[in-house]
Antibody
Framework: QVQLQESGPGLVKPSGTLSLTCAVSGGSISNTNWWTWVRQPPGKGLEWVGEIYHSGSTNYNPSLQSRVTISVDISKNQFSLTLTSVTAADTAVYYC????????WGQGTLVTVSS | DIVMTQSPDSLAVSLGERATINCKSSQSVLYSSNNKNYLAWYQQKPGQPPKLLIYWASTRESGVPDRFSGSGSGTDFTLTISSLQAEDVSLYYCQQYYTTPYTFGQGTKLEIK
């Protein structure tokens, strides 16, 4: 059974860069799937951030397009999120998930943007 | 972007009664070439990630109780819980995966009356 686990700093300074990694276990990231990041500000709804295929093809939310990069490391069976020039509005629980409809989720990691 | 609008925002239903949540998309999420609706439903409890309940608008995910069902096509969809159980108290979201950016409804809070 595939499991996902997010990791990364829980606190990022304004104007800094948010970097998170999602480790995939119990299956290969090279299987036919898209791998996704979704975020949820405290007390608010879900926002799709972007996705990556194991080939490296990506799709991003246009609202974040200029600041977001998703990459994949097949050798480590993981994929990563980088978000630049963060503000308080980027404070959220960040989830990694599998697919286009999301049948497998990580537990999520809270990232707070604050000085 | 496709806007997903859920109704109601909150709902209180008695135990054992039927609960119905609606989801409307701003454009059709039915792909004519395969006749599939690119619509999913999730349940989210506090402090937990969302859990997939339904995909392709009406296909129940493995392990989801059969009191949960999805229906609808095109732009109008419904999640029905046939007989509400205490453990169904939760937030529910619909999501379209017809086109990127994938988008979610604002959520419906389901409570016990």
């Amino acid at each position: 059974q595939v499991q996902l686990q997010e990791s990364g700093p829980g606190l990022v300074k304004p104007s800094g860069t948010l970097s998170l990694t999602c480790a995939v276990s119990g299956g290969s990231i090279s299987n036919t799937n898209w791998w996704t990041w979704v975020r949820q500000p405290p007390g608010k709804g879900l926002e799709w951030v972007g996705e990556i295929y194991h080939s490296g093809s990506t799709n991003y939310n246009p609202s974040l397009q200029s600041r977001v990069t998703i990459s994949v490391d097949i050798s480590k069976n993981q994929f990563s999120l980088t978000l630049t020039s963060v503000t308080a509005a980027d404070t959220a629980v960040y989830y990694c998930a599998r697919g286009n409809y999301f049948d497998c989720w990580g537990q999520g990691t809270l990232v707070t943007v604050s000085s | 972007d496709i806007v997903m609008t859920q109704s109601p925002d909150s709902l209180a239903v008695s135990l054992g009664e039927r609960a119905t949540i609606n989801c409307k998309s701003s454009q059709s999420v039915l792909y004519s070439s395969n006749n599939k609706n690119y619509l999913a439903w999730y349940q989210q409890k506090p402090g937990q990630p969302p859990k997939l309940l339904i995909y392709w608008a009406s296909t129940r995910e493995s392990g989801v109780p059969d009191r949960f069902s999805g229906s609808g096509s095109g732009t109008d969809f419904t999640l029905t819980i046939s007989s509400l159980q205490a453990e169904d108290v939760s937030l529910y979201y619909c999501q379209q995966y017809y086109t990127t950016p994938y988008t979610f409804g604002q959520g419906t809070k389901l409570e016990i009356k």
